[in-house]
DNA sequence: TTTTTGAAAGTGGTCTGACCACTAATCTTT
DNA sequence: AAAGATTAGTGGTCAGACCACTTTCAAAAA
């Protein structure tokens, strides 16, 4: 019979010792000889679970002083996915989708409440003015509005994942466009925004930012 | 002075290797001891960095036979990202409304295409009439036939953390509803499809599917 | 006493060699 | 020719040995 590897029972064995025990980002783990010992396993083997879990940036070892928990921020996935997945064009073209729905989505979304009447909205407005304000701000910011913190998370995941579409800065022009975008949320046309955003969005994809400089 | 670690050289040296000798999926890798005595290193050292690359999907291996490169689909990107993903936002609401900005994404992406005149659809609408065709299988046709796998196993996971809101058989009176969605698709009428796929969905999940049995 | 030094203990990094469990190809027997 | 037994090759695991490095702390020097 053909037994699964232990090396996996040993990383799904580690997660739960992280949860039990509440081992937050940044404390040490114990070492790879008493973990070892713990779960009667040879040293090896331990190691080829730790060294899965690091590839993936949610464990951080140090040579000499131990193994760490990860800050979530390192987490590596996406990275290390793009490097080996990325060079199929089909599965780029997905994420490019994927991460549209989810905007599209948040649009429709906040034109469905009255999250344009609240505080956060105005500070919104003021931070378009900013001389500063990046494309990527105005993307997030809806996606934060949205109030779907896990389509947020998904987004940003993808994000990075797909070559960041949303690099640079926002010009006078484009300020115009996205204020209209805005206005029509405010108006709660989510047919009207969505069109907007799409165009804008768009533009920055295939244009190469031409148009904008 | 800390070097580098060797298993994360060996990992790009294999995706080179895999790259240059235009390995592909399916094929066999190297086998531990070759790899081993090829890039001058211990196989415990190879190893590390398979078992890096088999946690992530790509590759497989078979006791007795050999490594293998997986098949794309097979990659883990999904399931790794939710492990960490849905920890904190795991607000059952975020997933279930994300799983229907997935939903309502595909149908609009099949209204967009002539999907509905391919063969496959056709053989979509002779298993809805299958006796025993499951509530489930109408939403993952939807979402195969978006032709966005990304969006696809996104869905797929999510559907494991909210348990299963389209768990069991498709009932007779629900048949003409699912069939009326599917008619305002083949007519491209993303607006009418939706509609209708909503209704049928919240009559699931509010009526606790009462109405159906 | 305070500071410096350095030896020891502990940790991750790597290699070697040895089994085991399993598969597939080969050889042997029927 | 077919069935069974052997064997070579593969991944899975373990134990033990070094190495390079960090921390600690006690001994030596100031």
């Not at 993808?158 to 949303?166: A, F």
Request: contains cysteine; negative net charge.
């Amino acid at each position: 019979m053909n037994q699964p590897k232990r090396y996996l029972n040993i990383v799904s064995e580690m997660r739960d010792m992280i949860r039990e025990q509440n081992i937050r980002p940044g404390d040490r783990i114990p070492s790879e000889r008493e973990l070892a010992e713990k779960l009667a396993v040879g040293r090896s083997t331990i190691r080829e679970a730790l060294r899965s879990l690091e590839l993936l940036g949610l464990i951080e070892t140090r040579r000499g002083e131990g193994t760490f928990l990860s800050e979530p921020r390192n987490h590596r996935l996406v990275e290390l996915l793009s490097t080996f997945v990325l060079q199929d064009s089909k599965s780029h073209e997905d994420v490019r989708e994927t991460m549209c729905i989810h905007e599209t989505a948040a649009i429709q979304a906040i034109c469905g409440t009255d999250a344009a009447k609240l505080p956060v909205w105005d500070s919104f407005l003021g931070r378009l003015e900013a001389h500063d304000f990046k494309r990527e701000d105005f993307v997030r910011e809806l996606m934060v509005l949205s109030g779907n913190r896990l389509s947020l998370k998904i987004w940003f995941l993808l994000k990075q994942y797909s070559g960041n579409p949303y690099d640079g800065d926002v010009s006078p022009e484009e300020k115009k466009l996205l204020t209209n975008i805005l206005q029509a949320i405010e108006e709660q046309d989510a047919e009207a925004a969505i069109r907007g955003f799409k165009a804008w969005s768009s533009v920055l994809t295939k244009g190469e930012n031409k148009e904008w400089r």
